[in-house]
């Protein structure tokens, strides 16, 4: 891939997404997999904001754990944080403790050169706007059912949780999103029913057709999993966590017309407009109260949601 290509993605994320201001300090956090991404945003951001570091070290070992001390503690200090990462680090304590000291920033989970540019080839303005819409649709509902042609059919009480938005628009202190963004989400507090993920779920990636994981969901946590190696996973944090390893951690909607395919990326296909996705563990970063060294999110196609029985109109 062309350095033009990385450099004029870079620059959508720096400066539409961020708006990264010249008197501001920003810094770069990546890892020995995602280093040209990692310099490209650099090369961009130190280009507007003279106190812009990188900060790099070695991949974790599972999405959701936590970055060291002396990166956690660079995030925190700056104004604006970008995070082009190979294991996901949204939702561990310290982006939330960097948001919480009024930094502004990003993360970049599992990102590809590819998906980089496709991801950040839109306008995010756009994307802005139908979260708007979805939000408004969704916002109220004490109950919200999925369905869709595999085979899903739950129901998620959102209770006294807050619904989200993932913009892509990162402009006031202590403002988060995903890049590549564009979903509207809620961390549950119940959820009955079975979704079966036809799209993407890692650790699979992009799943064949007619290949299938089903999901089965009582009171909020998830009784039944189809897929053995995913099983494992949950089995494996369940070790460390017990029960809260199964919990029902998020639904969410995608809202970025820009993509048009799934891929096989769960950060770029979990955004996809006119899909849901819905997760398994930790959802201590978006409202929630449970903490798990996961979080594992899945994406159906074609689904259909309603809101309180009124069907929600997805962007396509």
């Known amino acids: 891939m062309s350095n033009d ?31 040209p991404i990692g310099e490209a945003l650099y090369e961009v951001a130190s280009a507007v904001a003279e106190e812009t570091t990188i900060l790099q070290y070695p991949p974790g070992d599972q999405h959701g754990e936590e ?8 995030m925190a200090e700056a104004d604006v944080f970008l995070a082009p990462t190979t294991k996901s680090i949204s939702h561990t304590r310290a982006r939330g403790n960097a948001c ?3 930094a502004r920033g990003a993360t970049l989970p599992g990102i590809t050169e590819d998906v980089f540019l496709t991801g950040l080839d839109a306008d995010y303005d756009a994307i802005a706007g139908h979260c708007r819409d979805v939000l408004a649709q969704v916002a109220d509902a004490d109950e919200v059912r999925v369905t869709a042609p595999a085979g899903t059919d739950i129901t ?17 202190a202590g403002d988060f999103s995903n890049l590549p963004a564009g979903e509207v ?26 290949q299938e994981l089903r999901f089965e969901v009582e009171d909020g946590y998830v009784t ?20 809260d390893a199964y919990n029902l951690a998020e639904l969410g909607i995608g809202t970025n017309v820009g993509v048009t395919d799934l891929v096989g990326s769960v950060l770029l296909d979990e955004k996809a407009a006119g899909t849901v996705h819905v997760a398994i563990g ?18 159906i196609r074609e689904p ?6 009124a069907e929600v109109k997805l962007p396509r």
């Open 67 to 74: 970055p060291p001390g002396p990166v956690a503690a660079a």
């Open 5 to 35: 290509g990385l450099a004029t993605a870079a620059t959508t994320a720096v400066e539409q997404c961020l708006a990264l201001g010249a008197a501001e300090s920003c810094v770069i956090v990546t890892d020995d997999e995602r280093r």
């Open 156 to 172: 998620f009480e959102p209770g006294d949780r807050e619904w989200n938005t993932d913009t892509g628009i990162v402009h006031d």
């Open 185 to 210: 989400f809620v961390s549950p507090t119940d959820a009955n029913g079975t979704y079966v993920v036809d799209g993407t779920m890692r650790p699979h990636g992009l799943l064949d057709e007619g």
């Open 100 to 102: 919480d000291a009024g």
């Open 304 to 309: 259909t949601v309603w809101a309180d029985g």
């Open 224 to 243: 039944e999993i189809s897929d053995d190696e995913i099983r494992s996973q949950v089995e494996t944090a369940a070790g460390e966590v017990g029960r």
């Open 282 to 299: 930790d959802d201590a970063g978006i409202g929630g109260d449970t903490d798990a060294p996961l979080h594992l999110d899945g994406i």
